[in-house]
């Protein structure tokens, strides 16, 4: 069967420090990717999303960035963090089959 | 731009009532739509999807609609239990290999 790992579970950072959230999806081959960020209340915002080894869109401009070394890991990055980067961050896979699956996400927090 | 919109309110019911939640849209075709459950904390969980094709689909005590010319998808939860208390996304999807655009999401609570 089919598991996605996120990690670290939570995260707390100073504004200004570099980012870097790694997913990694067990038991299928070529996924579709997703990021996703909710914050408080809100809704999920799609942050970027990957067909392909390498193939990287992006939906929101802002100063994160994605990329897919491998075919199931997905990374999320952060030169420099901004306290508008808190929030939840999720990662999900499809198979193609239109459904997506989620991760257990990550509590981000800067100060 | 394409335009989600779910119940405004939390929604509040009694336990073995059934909880219908909408999800209306705009300036959008989907080819699918999907509902998710999302636990405070937790990741969303898928529940249904729906093509573009189909009135309605059913799963155990839960039903979904699609009305392409409303643009409007009904969820209706039936025998509603307080462990069905969760925030309920909805979802589109114009092709097999699309992103997904998710809805705001609607509180139930069921109250016993």
Excluded at chain 2, 13 to 32: D, F, H, M, R, V
Excluded at chain 2, 94 to 108: A, E, M, Q, R, W
Aim: charged share 15%; net charge positive.
């Amino acid at each position: 069967s089919q598991t996605i790992h996120q990690w670290p579970a939570t995260l707390v950072q100073p504004v200004g420090s570099p980012l870097s959230l790694e997913c990694t999806v067990e038991g299928t081959s070529n996924p579709n990717l997703y990021w996703y960020r909710q914050a408080a209340g809100r809704g999920l915002q799609l942050l970027f999303y990957s067909v392909g080894i390498g193939q990287i869109s992006s939906e929101v401009p802002q100063n994160l960035s994605a990329s897919r070394p491998q075919d199931r890991q997905f990374i999320l990055s952060s030169k420099k963090l901004l306290l508008s980067d808190s929030g939840f961050y999720l990662c999900a896979w499809s198979p193609g089959t239109n459904a997506q699956y989620f991760g257990p996400g990550t509590r981000l927090t800067v100060l | 731009s394409q335009k989600i919109e779910q119940n405004s309110e939390a929604l509040n019911i009694q336990e073995g009532k059934t909880a219908t939640l909408t999800c209306n849209y705009t300036n959008y075709s989907p080819a699918y739509l999907q509902w998710y459950r999302q636990d405070p904390g937790r990741g969303p969980v898928f529940l249904l999807l729906i093509r573009e094709n189909e009135k309605e689909k059913r799963k155990e005590r839960l039903k979904v609609t699609f009305d392409t010319t409303l643009k409007q998808s009904l969820f209706h939860i039936t025998a509603s239990q307080p462990a069905d208390s969760a925030t309920y996304l909805c979802a589109l999807m114009k092709t097999s290999y699309d992103k997904v655009i998710f809805g705001p999401g609607t509180s139930l609570s069921v109250i016993p």
